[in-house]
């Protein structure tokens, strides 16, 4: 079964510092694994996924993610924090059956709630 | 592309009440989720369609829970005896088909706020 652990339910970090939000996964196959985040009132947006390709994401807004296998983990980076990268940020992974007509279930953490002060 | 729609954005209600909320997905989009999102947590997948076949219900849509999509289109999911445990984010996504489905990337709504008094 795929599962997904993020660590850090709260992570504050000062405007322009580095930005690491942990995801350690777990997967019985090769996983495909999403970042969304989160802002108030709103939907989630995807910021970007790993899909097998290359184990450097970038996404949008400046963050990326890297893939390690061997830690089974997708961290979430972003080299300076800005004030509008206060959100919440969900790493999901990917249940999607591997027939014909599947569908993307996907399992999501529990979050991340990101402050950024000046 | 006007995105998924919700509706209603936030919905108060008692106990022992029906309650039921409603999803415009993007219209070239034939799959859509239904998730649920209490405080604290993540998303937590409810039900999915493909068109207005339902083919997957969690354990956690109790029979309580009842989702439609009748036309393929827009889709509803109604709470029948509301309880306090049903007050939550109830998510609605919509993704377009693709021959890699684990990569499709799902499109979610706004939300509809559920409190249940």
């Known amino acids: 079964a795929q599962s997904v652990t993020q660590l850090g339910s709260h992570v504050s970090v000062s405007e322009g510092a580095l930005v690491l939000l942990r995801c350690n996964y777990s997967s019985s196959v090769p996983p495909y694994l999403f970042w969304y985040v989160q802002y108030p009132n709103q939907g989630l947006q995807l910021l970007l996924k790993?899909?097998?390709?290359?184990?450097l994401v970038k996404g949008i807004n400046g963050f990326e993610a890297e893939f390690k296998k061997s830690e089974t983990s997708f961290h979430l980076t972003k080299p300076s924090a800005h004030m509008s990268d206060a959100a919440e940020y969900f790493c999901a992974v990917s249940a999607a059956r591997v027939y014909s007509g599947g569908y993307n279930k996907l399992i999501f953490g529990a979050g991340t709630r990101l402050a950024v002060h000046p | 592309d006007t995105g998924v729609s919700q509706d209603p954005r936030h919905k108060i209600t008692k106990r022992g009440q029906n309650v039921t909320f409603r999803c415009d997905p993007i219209?070239?989009?034939?799959?859509l989720y239904w998730y649920r999102q209490t405080l604290g947590q993540g998303p937590e997948f409810l039900t999915y369609f493909q068109n207005e076949a339902q083919l997957e219900k969690s354990r956690l849509l109790s029979d309580r829970f009842s989702a439609e999509r009748p036309k393929g289109s827009f889709s509803t999911l109604e709470i029948q005896r509301t309880e306090q445990g049903d007050s939550a984010m109830y998510l609605c996504?919509?993704?377009?088909?693709?021959?890699?489905?684990?990569?499709?990337?799902?499109?979610f709504g706004a939300g509809s706020r559920l409190t249940v008094l």
């Open positions: 790993y899909t097998s390709a290359a184990t």
């Open positions: 996504a919509s993704s377009h088909p693709g021959p890699d489905s684990g990569a499709n990337v799902l499109t």
């Open positions: 219209s070239e989009h034939n799959r």
